[in-house]
């Protein structure tokens, strides 16, 4: 029975918000009804402080392990590569050190579609400025106009957000045509 009493007073406590003292009434002097307010108030702040204290710290953890899933997943690329390097070193035969290489290149785009990344189209694509970065334009009779020709540096994307653009050169069009351009704008 006492037990039962006992949790009584607690969950009225917990629901007043007080420890064990009873919310101040009209009788108390109002010097005991302050100094019941500003124990309150002070509790209050004191809690405040730390959870803003603990909010800190989750987002300072956050900032410094964000990448974790991101890192382990690329820890096994960086182990096969070292284990490229040594068989290389090693004297082993060219044509499986390029196949280990190019299966470490899959393993490590397949941890990278993971979280996201994919690579920007180019080849054969027509010229996007969003995604291309134009650093020669020639002329071509295999590729269409404003069509990018080659490939110097890849680009990718982070969901909808360019990470880095592709480095490309664009194609003039016909080398006859691109003469005769040049012999209008003259």
């Known amino acids: 029975m006492a037990e039962e009493e006992k949790d009584t007073n607690t969950i009225e406590s917990l629901e007043t918000g007080s420890s064990g003292e009873s ?15 500003n124990d309150k108030y002070l509790r209050l702040a004191a809690e405040f402080d730390n959870y803003k204290r603990l909010a800190q710290r989750d987002q300072r953890d956050q900032i410094r392990f964000g990448n974790e899933q991101l890192l382990k997943e690329l820890l096994p690329v960086v182990d096969n590569l070292e284990r490229a390097i040594k068989a290389a070193k090693d004297g082993g035969s060219g044509s499986s050190l ?4 190019d299966l470490t290149l899959k393993q ?12 920007i189209p180019t080849l054969g694509q027509p010229f996007d400025p969003s995604g291309h970065q134009a650093v020669a334009s020639v002329p071509s009779a295999q ?7 080659d490939e110097f540096q890849r680009g990718y994307r982070l969901h909808d957000r360019i990470l880095r653009p592709a480095m490309v050169t664009v194609s003039k069009g016909t080398a006859s045509s691109a003469s005769n351009d040049e012999d209008n704008a003259s």
Do not use: C, D
Not at 98 to 101: A, K, L, S, T
Not at 108 to 119: D, I, P, R, Y
């Open 98 to 101: 390029v196949q280990g290489v």
């Open 108 to 119: 490590l785009n397949g941890a990278l579609g993971k979280f996201g990344v994919q690579s």
């Open 143 to 149: 590729v269409p106009e404003r069509h990018v020709v």
């Open 23 to 37: 919310p101040p009434s009209s009788e108390a002097s109002p010097a005991e009804e302050l100094k019941s307010l």
